[in-house]
C-alpha cells in the first residue's frame, strides 16, 4: 500500500480569514504569526516543534497536515511577482527566528511563540 500524500487542501484555509484571528486569540500570539504560516513563510525545519503543534491543533487540523502544507513551495503574492530576484513564483522561506526577530515583540510574546508561554522559572 502506498501511503496516499497528505492532504493540504484545508490547512489554507483553516489558517485564514476568521479562523486566522481565532488561532491568534486563542495561542496568544500576534496574527502576523498565522499569516506567516498560511503563507508558508517559514522554513519549517527552524519552526520550534510545540509551536507547530499548537497552531494545528488551534487549528484544528492534523500537525502533519501543517507540516505537509509548509514544506510546499512559498508563493509569491500576485502583483510582487515582477519584483522579485531569483525563480520566479518561489520565495525563499525565512527562518522562524528572523521572522520573530522582525516582529516587534516584548519577551512574554516572544516566549509564548517559543514555548506555549509557560513560565519556565528563573533561568
Known amino acids: 500500500d502506498q501511503a496516499s500524500p497528505i492532504d493540504t487542501s484545508q490547512v489554507k484555509a483553516a489558517l485564514s480569514g476568521e ?14 504569526v498565522v499569516a ?11 519552526l520550534p ?15 502533519a497536515q501543517l ?4 514544506c510546499l513551495p512559498t ?5 510582487l511577482s515582477m519584483k ?7 520565495m525563499e522561506k525565512t527562518s522562524f527566528t528572523d ?8 519577551e512574554a510574546q516572544k516566549a509564548r511563540l517559543y514555548d506555549g508561554g509557560y513560565d519556565n522559572g528563573p533561568d
Not at 19 to 32: D, E, Q, S, T, W
Not at 84 to 90: M, N, R, S, W
Open 75 to 79: 508563493s509569491i503574492p500576485t502583483g
Open 36 to 46: 506567516a504560516f498560511r503563507d508558508r513563510t517559514f522554513a519549517p525545519e527552524t
Open 19 to 32: 479562523n486566522a484571528k481565532g488561532i491568534a486569540k486563542k495561542l496568544g500570539f500576534p496574527r502576523a
Open 99 to 106: 521572522f520573530v526577530a522582525s516582529l516587534d515583540l516584548d
Open 67 to 70: 507540516l505537509a502544507y509548509l
Open 84 to 90: 522579485a530576484t531569483g525563480k520566479p513564483g518561489e
Open 49 to 63: 516543534q510545540s509551536l507547530v503543534r499548537r497552531t494545528a491543533s488551534a487549528a484544528s487540523i492534523g500537525k
